[in-house]
């Protein structure tokens, strides 16, 4: 993450009333856009005071969440494992999540079409994508490890080993990694 980077996520959340370390985490950059993790959606739709959703159905083949505007219900939206397979979600490059995490990724789904079409005076005139929706590749797990559900190709980068002026974090995170061993 480059300290331009880091300014355009916490800048996007301010406008958003997000802070600083939240706008880091559920922020996320992809081919000149700007996405946001579910989680963060979900905050953003609940705390503008205005819209609001509830879950009507969670499984593994659907996720259905009802949006409100005042308390009024205004629509509904729904994403479905067959939605999945139009989109090619299934058999892609994110196959490996579609298989682990199904409901959580129906749930984001529906969730970032909600948010589009019936919440979008929350987000400031910016349409909230997912990582994944504009073509993010989570990256392929390490034997024996989860995957992240960070789907931010910024998030991966290392740029403290291409940079001198990073050149101190990996000494860092080596002396966090000696302590935790301690204990």
Same mark, same amino acid.
């Given at each position: 993450?480059?300290?331009?980077?880091?300014?355009?996520?916490?800048?996007?959340?301010?406008?958003?009333?997000?802070?600083?370390?939240?706008?880091?985490?559920?922020?996320?950059?992809?081919?000149?856009?700007?996405?946001?993790?579910?989680?963060?959606?979900?905050? *953003?739709?609940?705390?503008?005071?205005?819209?609001?959703?509830? *879950?009507?159905?969670?499984? @593994? %083949? *659907?996720?259905?969440?009802?949006?409100?505007?005042?308390?009024?219900?205004?629509?509904?939206?729904?994403?479905?494992?067959?939605?999945?397979?139009?989109?090619?979600?299934?058999?892609?490059?994110?196959?490996?999540?579609?298989?682990?995490?199904?409901?959580?990724?129906?749930?984001?789904?529906?969730?970032?079409?909600?948010?589009?079409?019936?919440?979008?005076?929350?987000?400031?005139?910016?349409?909230?994508?997912?990582? %994944? %929706?504009?073509?993010?590749?989570?990256?392929?797990?390490?034997?024996?490890?989860?995957?992240?559900? *960070?789907?931010?190709?910024?998030?991966?980068?290392?740029?403290?080993? %291409?940079?001198? @002026?990073?050149?101190?974090? @990996?000494?860092?995170?080596?002396?966090?990694?000696?302590?935790?061993?301690?204990?």
């Amino acid at each position: 993450l480059s300290p331009a980077q880091a300014a355009i996520k916490i800048l996007a959340g301010q406008e958003l009333g997000v802070g600083p370390v939240a706008s880091a985490m559920g922020i996320h950059t992809s081919h000149g856009k700007l996405s946001y993790s579910a989680n963060l959606m979900a905050e *953003i739709i609940q705390r503008s005071g205005r819209f609001n959703f509830r *879950i009507l159905a969670l499984t @593994e %083949e *659907i996720a259905s969440l009802a949006f409100t505007d005042m308390g009024v219900e205004v629509g509904r939206s729904d994403f479905t494992v067959a939605d999945a397979k139009t989109a090619d979600l299934l058999t892609g490059p994110n196959a490996a999540l579609w298989r682990r995490y199904r409901r959580n990724l129906l749930f984001a789904r529906a969730l970032s079409n909600g948010a589009k079409w019936f919440c979008a005076g929350a987000f400031g005139g910016c349409t909230p994508y997912t990582p %994944e %929706e504009l073509g993010e590749v989570a990256p392929a797990p390490k034997p024996g490890r989860e995957p992240d559900l *960070i789907l931010d190709s910024d998030y991966y980068k290392e740029p403290w080993k %291409e940079s001198a @002026e990073f050149s101190h974090i @990996e000494s860092i995170a080596s002396d966090d990694q000696a302590w935790a061993r301690r204990d």
